[in-house]
């Protein structure tokens, strides 16, 4: 059974501009989340979808968004990028997103804002 | 105060060492814990899950909550340098799942 994949694994933008990334659950997973993790902050919880539905969100401002499809891949937007944006990106899914669902996470992307 | 706090580290011990990780927490809606692990480059995979204040063991892995305390540990028996990687608490409310992490610590095991 396929892992949760991400695409692409690493990325370089410069300041202003807008990023898009993509998550492919594991197969039948129907909720999909999104982390941040820095050196800094560590990991972060940015929102959770299931069903195409923003079901939680994180404390980020508007220009972090998603959506999630009807097939459960789902895509993150960070719009206007800020140097404080570099971080690496990492998508988890789970049957339903229940607690005591397992979150299984991808291996990431990494962007890298100049 | 940060919700989830957890030593940093890094730690660094020998081939066979017992190995305690711990993290403090301050949100009492916390009901779920979880261990994760990430090794360099790839994405957390999860250890150990506890509901309730209690041991569970897994292999050589035990995990510890203690609510009343608001503290949880991981213990890792007879180290081996495979277990090298950052170790990351979790937790979660219950009512939705965000999980809240801690910052992780730095493992080496050395040979």
């Known amino acids: 059974k396929a892992g949760v994949t991400q695409t692409p694994r690493y990325l370089i933008k410069t300041r202003g501009q807008q990023v898009t990334l993509s998550c492919s659950p594991i197969?039948?997973?129907?909720?999909v989340s999104w982390y941040q993790q820095t050196p800094g902050q560590g990991l972060q919880f940015l929102f959770e979808?299931?069903?195409?539905?923003?079901?939680n969100k994180g404390n980020f401002p508007g220009r972090f968004s998603g959506r999630q499809f009807s097939n459960s891949r789902s895509e993150m937007n960070v719009s206007t990028l800020e140097l404080g944006d570099s971080a690496l990106y990492l998508c988890a899914s789970s049957l339903f997103g229940t607690s005591t669902d397992t979150q299984y996470f991808g291996p990431g992307t990494r962007l890298t804002v100049l | 105060q940060k919700e989830v706090e957890q030593d940093p580290g890094p730690l660094s011990v020998p081939e066979g060492a017992i190995v305690s990780l711990n993290c403090t927490y301050s949100?009492?809606?916390?009901?779920?814990f979880m261990w994760y692990r990430q090794y360099s480059r790839k994405g957390p995979e999860l250890l150990m899950y506890?509901?309730?204040?209690g041991n569970k063991e897994d292999g050589r892995f035990t995990a510890q909550v203690d609510k009343s305390s608001k503290y949880i540990s991981l213990f890792i028996r007879d180290s081996q340098p495979s277990d090298s990687a950052t170790y990351l608490c979790a937790m979660s409310e219950g009512s939705n799942y965000k999980l809240t992490f801690g910052k992780g610590t730095l493992l080496t095991v050395n040979p």
């Open positions: 506890t509901y309730s204040s």
């Open positions: 979808y299931f069903s195409e539905t923003q079901r």
């Open positions: 949100n009492s809606a916390f009901q779920y």
């Open positions: 197969s039948g997973h129907r909720s």
